[in-house]
């Protein structure tokens, strides 16, 4: 086998096991830990760190560390979470958070510069285009690792199922589930049990040694990029001071400016699914073990969405793809508004979760694709803000989760959204005005051949 696919390969299955793990532990957050929003609050501390660590660690460590060791220490943060959920507490869980969210940008850093290394190196080697190369192992990576949301999630509700403490929820109760909820804790209140804590540790122990695996997979059998091959990378990288400047800077175009409630939206709808959707409808109604199934429902659809509009974005053009996410979003909201989650009405429950995961998919390839096409010249600086303004989407979605009632949250993510579709409006016009003689058929090409977005993607982190 070629050495640097083995390589990607080792990469891409060491994320799969580590975000088996994260993945299904952040959907069981908010419903896991409800008590007095501990659950909700370590992720919104979480992404303030992340937002912390992609400014100043991953350029750091890369350098003093070299890739393949910032990686592996990297996924000791995510372990040292998994450890702080057993003994959950504000001393145990929000420390660990905050390890996450400072290893979390330079794991993903680390990884994008690790195949980009890996692929030119290939590429000298065999004669072939650099960018082509890359892209195959891009493609390689997202396909192994994308599916860690199936398996984390199917994990947490094969053992949760298990309970044997599994009640019948009164009509009274289920009042309390939905966009009206008493603002209290849904899991205790509606009577749905919570799992014994032999089941939780047992969730909790497979998770950690998922993460102990992916460490070890990494430390044991990736090869350590050569001096010479990072050297030659970092002449080509900017300096991590001018990057840090050119983000702010970058916010003098009235375009990123327009394009960041957008950003910050594709971070409110990913947190109030995980946040929630999952507690109050799911939990609430159903049970925790159905969370999983829920989110499963979300990742499938999402996954097999991203390929396909990536696919047809050539044919559609990126317009029609945001109106088609933007109606299909506020229904869902407008639908959560009204809808009074009953078990009975059990479809419904992955209803949502599917539909959610087609607009997901073009919010994250579409604007990603966007921000590649009109700040072609200053990517860098342009991904940068838009992963600093996703997570600020985060930090607030999930600050707020305890302390509003869930149809205002609704609420507030239909004005987010009317908002984002405002100015995504005045940008489109701004590209139209300039350009004019400009084929509109050109765009989803160039969103094809730029959207390097999704390759630095932070999220679910």
């Known amino acids: 086998m070629e050495r640097n696919l083995k390589n990607v390969l080792i990469i891409s299955f060491g994320f799969l096991l580590l975000f088996t793990a994260y993945g299904g532990l952040q959907s069981l957050q908010s419903s896991l830990h409800s008590e007095e929003g501990l659950g909700v609050a370590s992720l919104s501390v979480l992404y303030a760190a992340l937002i912390l660590s992609s400014m100043f660690l991953p350029p750091i460590l890369i350098e003093k560390l070299g890739c393949k060791w910032t990686i592996a220490g990297s996924m000791c943060c995510y372990i040292a979470f998994s450890l702080g959920n057993f003994y959950a507490s504000w001393y145990t869980l929000i420390p660990t958070s905050v390890i996450l969210g400072l290893g979390g ?31 195959q192992y891009f493609g390689v990576f997202f396909l192994i690792f994308q ?50 804590k032999s089941l939780i540790y047992t969730l909790l122990g497979i998770y950690t040694a998922s993460g102990v695996l992916a460490v070890l997979l990494i ?3 990736l090869d350590q990029i050569k001096s010479d091959q990072a050297e030659t990378e970092k002449l080509k990288t900017p300096s991590f001071w001018s990057t840090f400047l050119a983000t702010f800077q970058h916010l003098k175009d009235k375009r990123q400016c327009l394009l960041i409630p957008l950003t ?14 999952t507690k109050t409808y799911v939990t609430c109604a159903l049970g925790i073990h159905y969370v999983g199934y829920a989110m499963i429902c979300f990742s499938s659809v999402n996954s097999l969405c991203s390929l396909l509009f990536g696919k047809i974005s050539q044919f559609t053009g990126r317009k029609l793809l945001f109106a088609l996410a933007t109606v299909t979003n506020m229904a869902c909201i407008i639908a959560l508004l009204l809808w009074k989650p009953h078990p009975k009405q059990l479809a419904v429950f992955f209803v949502f979760p599917a539909l959610w995961g087609l607009s997901d998919a073009i919010w994250q390839t579409q604007t990603n694709g966007l921000y590649g096409i009109l700040f072609e010249k200053h990517k860098e600086a342009a991904f940068a803000n838009y992963r600093l303004w996703e997570s600020v989407g985060f930090v607030i979605a999930f600050g707020y989760s305890t302390k509003l009632q869930v149809y205002i949250k609704l609420y507030i993510l239909l004005s987010v959204l009317v ?39 932070e999220t679910p982190m």
């Not at 940008?105 to 890359?134: F, R």
């Not at 405002?422 to 509109?440: H, I, M, Q």
């Open 219 to 221: 430390v044991i059998f």
């Open 264 to 277: 910050m939206y594709s971070g409110f709808e990913q947190g109030f699914l995980s946040g929630d959707y």
């Open 147 to 196: 599916s860690s949301g199936i398996w984390g999630n199917l994990i947490s509700s094969l053992i949760f199922s298990q309970a044997s403490n599994k009640v019948e929820i009164s009509e009274e109760n289920l009042a309390c589930c939905g966009a009206y909820d008493c603002m209290a804790d849904t899991t205790n209140t509606t009577g749905s049990a919570e799992p014994s």
């Open 105 to 135: 940008a330079p794991l993903w850093s680390a990884k994008c510069t690790y195949l980009t290394i890996a692929g030119n190196s290939y590429a000298e080697k065999a004669g072939k285009n650099g960018k082509d190369i890359i892209n």
């Open 419 to 457: 908002l984002s579709m405002v100015t995504y409006g005045v940008v489109e016009y701004l590209e139209a005005k300039s350009s004019p003689g400009t084929p509109t058929a050109e765009t989803p090409t160039a969103a094809k051949k730029e959207n390097v977005g999704p390759l630095t993607k």
